[in-house]
T-cell receptor
């Protein structure tokens, strides 16, 4: 079956612009989470959506936002881009949110954002 | 707060040999899950293995096994019979039962030599 699809894969923006990234989860998966990966800070949790509701949010400024649609597809938006927003943004989907079982998060290939 | 520590920034291993990647964790939760992911240079995170905090047996998935020592709060990944394709960054991560927030370690770069 198809994996997690993230678009676009690469993009270049300038400071002050905004960007929207898209994530299509594996069919049947209802949870989508987003992570930012940078060389300096490593992998950091941005937020998680489950059944169109934000379940959890990481420690990021309000410029970072997201949403989930009824078909479980998710978008994240970053407004007023800063140089430090340059990163690989990874989306992960899973069947459920949490639970004590494996409930494996399957990641997409990421969207690499460069802010000039 | 949960924390994951991976103390080995980089490791080398000879092809066909076994290698252990270290991971220690800190949490006050009783129920949690531990994951290992592999990230090749392409960027995609590939799930390798999972260990639940109440699982009595160490997890195994093919050439991957997890050496889980709960009292020491360690969850080391063992890769047997290393292959050139195992060269990648490896991340240890922890999740509680309330959501899908993963806390990642800094990662270990593994290089397999022929």
């Amino acid at each position: 079956k198809a994996g997690v699809t993230q678009t676009p894969r690469y993009l270049i923006k300038t400071r002050g612009q905004q960007v929207t990234l898209s994530c299509s989860p594996i069919s049947g998966h209802r949870s989508v989470s987003w992570y930012q990966q940078t060389p300096g800070q490593g992998l950091q949790f941005l937020f998680e959506y489950f059944s169109e509701t934000q379940r959890n949010k990481g420690n990021f400024p309000g410029r970072f936002s997201g949403r989930q649609f009824s078909n479980s597809r998710s978008e994240m938006n970053v407004s007023t881009l800063e140089l430090g927003d340059s990163a690989l943004y990874l989306c992960a989907s899973s069947l459920y949110s949490g639970t004590s079982g494996a409930n494996v998060l399957t990641f997409g290939a990421g969207s690499r954002l460069t802010v000039l | 707060a949960q924390k994951i520590t991976q103390t080995q920034p980089g490791m080398f291993v000879q092809e066909k040999e076994a290698v252990t990647l270290d991971c220690t964790y800190d949490t006050s939760d009783q129920s949690y899950g531990l994951f290992w992911y592999k990230q090749p240079s392409s960027g995609e995170m590939i799930f390798l293995i999972y260990q639940g905090s109440y699982d009595e047996q160490n997890a195994t998935e093919g050439r991957y096994s997890l050496n889980f020592q709960k009292a020491r709060k360690s969850a080391n990944l063992v890769i047997s019979a290393s292959q050139l394709g195992d060269s990648a960054m490896y991340f240890c991560a922890m999740r509680d039962i309330y959501g899908n927030k993963l806390v990642f370690g800094a990662g270990t770069i593994l290089r397999v030599k022929s």
